[in-house]
């Protein structure tokens, strides 16, 4: 695979330029650098980038392509300069327009979502998208009409007195090929769940001594799998929550479900019992072959089962993740999966685009898997689109991923009343989330909208032995 060099006469802006220039070239391997040295192989182009006193300039093998006007006291102006010469570079050299135009960052509702906050009103957002960023009309649209939805959506939460909670169970049946989350095989780590709970209740307890004055409005439990513990462990958990917190001003508790081969009738009429509002049942694909390529341990047939018998239990708010551009799937494999989801009627579906992070097996081990054909496009994107708007379903969140192939993005679809609140404030750090659990992640937002964050160990064994300095360091964080 040829690679892309790009070097720099000094270091500056070198996330960006590589983030947009592996949008234009995914399946390459993009190097920038400020250091003067020769490639050990041949790259396809040597784009140069260099900062003088007159401006940017930027050439494409030798040949001057744009000289940028640039004020590096004005650091934003300046990225936005240089990122529309360089996408109009690399758009010409490779005949290529990209949707999201210039946007390489994961969340872009959120400056529509500014705007709209701001006042500005909606013809003029268009005109800044499409002249700051380049991006096209059809993701413009989409991202103002988030932003609106979600708007309305956040409305109902307390961003000063109010916050989350995110409680982390980071066990799996198995590991998925393309999973780089913090997750272990049940298996192994069974005999050690109630450790793990322990530890794991020690943490909420002093959440509820710190944050006690204040308002939760949502609860999310997510992993790894959740439905992993056992019913009378989750039994366990939930009863504790409620013996914990003031649920008083709870607006959503979800449960991640996950896994079908990890569902149970007893484990989700522990949930009902608990008055959990949301679960996710996610079969990523309902293709058979793909399953078992990517090392999901269950059966599409167990997807259906599941869903109807969280149906029959009462359950009125279920997600269904899917994942497109999976090894070895096509358009029609996409289409096949939708349909089998339009008779199922969930009342979220979230459509995510593979992103292959490092810690991913398809990415560590990439020789055993380097036959694998896998390819997403627009029209597949424009195809789960389709088919979420006929399901009566309406985008109410979006994100995008680094390393994730095409310059795509994950979208978040529902039926009016059942969008995830969680996942909606992730995105847009409105509102303080408190995390609990191995390799979980808190995030403090204050009045200003400055966030800080504190993090737990990902080692199980480290964050059960080291659970009184997790607390700590949350004590630190959240302690006015």
């Known amino acids: ?55 940017i300039r930027l050439s494409l093998n030798g040949e001057e392509k744009a000289l940028v006007p640039a004020c590096f006291s004005q650091r934003t102006d300046t990225k936005n ?5 360089l996408y109009q570079c690399l758009s010409e050299y490779t005949g290529q327009q990209l949707p999201w135009g210039t946007l390489t960052g994961i969340r872009p509702t959120k400056i ?3 705007f709209l906050e701001e006042g500005r009103d909606e013809a003029w957002i268009r005109s800044y998208m499409k002249d700051t960023y380049f991006t096209s009309p059809a993701k413009t649209e989409l991202s103002i009409e988030i932003a609106k939805r979600e708007r309305q959506l956040l409305a109902r939460l307390d961003y000063e007195e109010g916050y989350s909670l995110y409680i982390g169970i980071p066990f799996c ?24 709970l322990t530890a794991l209740e020690g943490e909420l307890q002093a959440v ?36 914990t917190f003031d649920l008083s001003h709870l607006l959503e508790y979800t449960v991640e479900a996950g896994r079908p081969d990890s569902i149970t009738e007893d484990k989700l009429a522990v949930m009902r019992m608990h008055n959990i509002t949301r679960i996710s049942i996610n079969p990523q694909t309902m293709k058979q072959a793909t399953l078992e390529l990517i090392g999901r341990r269950h059966t599409a047939e167990q997807t259906v089962e599941s869903f109807y018998l969280a149906r029959r ?23 096949a999966t939708m349909e089998q989801l339009k008779q199922l009627a969930p009342d979220n579906v979230t459509v995510h685009s593979l992103a292959l992070k490092r810690a991913a097996r398809l990415s560590m081990y990439q020789e055993d898997y380097e036959d694998l054909h896998m390819e997403n496009t627009w029209e597949t994107i424009e195809l789960t ?93 959240l302690e006015d």
């Open 112 to 114: 529509p979502m500014a």
């Open 385 to 477: 689109a389709r088919y979420a708007r006929e399901m009566g379903l309406l985008p109410y969140y979006l994100y995008r991923q680094k390393n994730m192939a095409g310059n795509f993005e994950n979208v978040g679809y529902a039926r009016e009343g059942c969008e995830g609140l969680y996942n909606i404030l992730i995105m847009e750090e409105k509102q303080t989330i408190v995390a609990c659990g191995a390799g979980s992640i808190t995030k403090r937002v204050y009045e200003n909208g400055r966030i800080e964050r504190c993090d737990n160990v990902k080692d199980v064994s480290q964050y059960i032995e080291r659970i009184g300095e997790m607390i700590e360091r949350k004590r630190v964080l």
């Open 173 to 196: 049946p198995s590991t998925c090929l393309y999973c780089s989350f913090t997750s272990y095989p049940l298996g192994r780590w069974a005999p050690r769940m109630g450790e793990y």
């Open 81 to 85: 300069r240089l990122k529309q010469a």
């Open 208 to 243: 509820a001594e710190l944050y006690g004055h204040k308002k939760l409005n949502t609860i999310y439990i997510g992993g790894g799998t959740p439905t992993t513990l056992e019913p009378e462990q989750l039994d366990r958990l939930l009863t504790r929550v409620e013996q």
């Open 313 to 335: 239990l009462g359950f009125a708010n279920i997600n269904m993740d899917l994942i497109v551009g999976l090894p070895e799937e096509t358009l029609e494999d996409v289409r």
């Open 1 to 55: 695979m040829e690679s892309i060099l790009v070097r720099l006469n000094e270091p500056n802006f070198e996330y960006d330029i590589h983030s947009l220039v592996k949008a234009f070239f995914p399946k390459r391997n993009v190097t920038v650098t400020a250091e003067h040295k020769e490639p050990e192989e041949m790259p396809a182009f040597v784009l140069q980038v260099d900062y003088l006193p007159e401006g």
